[in-house]
């Protein structure tokens, strides 16, 4: 690997991997400014609310990965034509989706509600969290097509501007509103909102900017004509059915630790914090990768792709593994931080070895998402997912007798199968569409 290449890949990645460290920070403030409110609904109010919307748009992350991955093919082909019109259609996808959202607010709202079940108090105040927060869908999703559309330019920093700039923002408002007007859970709801917007005009700021340092013109007719969406309904159809997928064996670890009783349940959400730990890093990394591997695809540089990709691994691999060694020398000290209850301590001690083992296990699965994500070889990302969810879930069962050992297997086995399922994929591909003597793309 050049220097060149290990150099830009770390351009990319560090504006990724600190705005991936804002989204906590935020969740940390809004917890501190309603959790010193007088009833400890407003904080559990908020707590079901995030969560909900939490879900709700992680399923929607697929407008910011397919606009990553075909505007990044499109600058590899020098089609500044086409990068406009990418965005164009994103954004008007986003749009019509984040509408879409406002106007079937009630019913979702009511049964994402349902299923967190909360007590009657919190769940009437985060009703009315919810229907504030609803409004600012479009934008939430206008947001991620522009982060997708700058990242599929290799331009990282735009992403941590704008993060920055909306978890500053919504700090500022969540200050003022209820510390200082003395608003409660409705006040954390109409700061996110505002926050939303201020980044999306920000955002279209830097969009005007780029666009005028762009050739080519938007061609209204690819914008008005459904059939030209083909393509990006195509991509973002197989990404919603991967996130889904994702999801789901996220949820279903949550609903089995609970089922165990309430200790296990929180020493199980201690240690997924250790797995966010981790992820922060693998996922700028993956990022990354997606851009220069994107851009590599469009221009049918094999030789590029190849070197993006050892690129990415190499540091990839490094991040798992100081990952692995940090929890194993301070896994317990950091529990201790995270809870100063001695049965969940005790408890998440005792599993403290499978978030240990972790990282080294799930890195192919975050690599190689960023690497097909560039490639837009989306499908093979869904069957990962769900070929994972066949090992996952009957080994869950077959090994319910080891309680929430059990359970970590199959997590991990979950993953373990996700990345062996890339890596055939992967290898196969790099001899046939992806070789040095293929001159054609996907």
């Known amino acids: 690997m050049s220097h060149s290449s290990r150099t830009r890949i770390w351009q990319l990645a560090w504006p990724i991997i600190l705005s991936n460290i804002t989204v906590p920070l935020l969740g940390l403030v809004d917890t501190a400014v309603v959790g010193h409110l007088p009833d400890s609904r407003y904080l559990a109010a ?16 697929f ?92 331009n990282s920093r735009i992403t941590l501007f704008i993060l920055v ?13 209820v ?24 955002g279209g700021l830097l969009v005007l900017r780029q666009l005028g340092r762009l050739s080519g013109h938007f061609l209204r007719e690819r914008l008005a004509n ?3 969406y083909g393509e990006l309904f195509q991509v973002n159809a197989q990404l919603f059915l991967r996130t889904l997928g994702l999801l789901f064996a996220m949820a279903f670890f949550t609903a089995q630790g609970a089922d165990q009783g309430d200790t296990v349940l929180a020493a199980n959400a201690v240690l997924l914090q250790f797995i966010m730990l981790t992820s922060y890093a693998l996922d700028g990394f993956a990022q990354a990768a997606e851009a ?80 097909f994500i560039g490639a837009t070889a989306i499908r093979e990302m869904r069957n990962s997912i769900f070929v994972g969810l066949g090992v996952y879930l009957p080994l869950w069962w077959l090994t319910q007798p080891l309680g929430n050992h059990g359970l970590w297997l199959s997590f991990s086995a979950f993953f373990l199968t996700r990345s062996a399922i890339l890596i055939v994929y992967y290898r196969h591909y790099r001899k046939t569409r992806w070789a040095f003597n293929v001159d054609q793309g996907r």
């Open 63 to 154: 407008l910011r990965m397919g606009t990553t991955g075909l505007t990044s093919q499109a600058v590899g082909r020098e089609s500044d034509g086409e990068v406009k019109n990418l965005l164009g259609q994103a954004l008007l996808m986003a749009l019509g989706i984040g509408l879409g959202l406002i106007l079937l607010a009630s019913p979702l709202i009511e049964l994402g509600l349902r299923l967190l079940d909360g007590s009657p108090a919190a769940t009437a105040l985060a009703r009315e969290y919810a229907h504030i927060r609803l409004l600012s869908a479009p934008a939430v999703l206008a947001n991620y097509a522009i982060l997708g559309w700058f990242l599929g330019q290799q």
């Open 292 to 371: 220069l591997v994107g851009h590599a695809v469009g221009r049918r540089d094999w030789e590029r792709f190849a070197e993006s990709v050892r690129g990415a691994a190499r540091f990839s691999l490094l991040a798992a593994g100081i990952a692995t060694l940090a929890f194993a020398v301070f896994g317990n000290g950091v529990i201790a931080l995270l809870t100063d209850l001695p049965p969940v301590r005790d408890t998440a001690a005792t599993y403290l070895p499978w978030v240990i083992a972790l990282p080294l296990i799930a890195v192919w699965s975050y690599l190689l998402d960023g690497v």
């Open 165 to 177: 700039l909306t978890n500053s923002v919504n700090i500022v408002l969540d200050l003022w509103f």
């Open 179 to 202: 510390v200082g007007l003395g608003m409660t859970s409705d006040g954390v709801a109409w700061a996110t909102v505002i926050a939303d917007y201020t980044a999306l005009l920000a």
């Open 46 to 61: 908020v707590t079901l609310g995030a969560t909900l919307f939490s879900f709700l748009y992680w399923g929607f992350g």
């Open 226 to 228: 459904i059939k030209a």
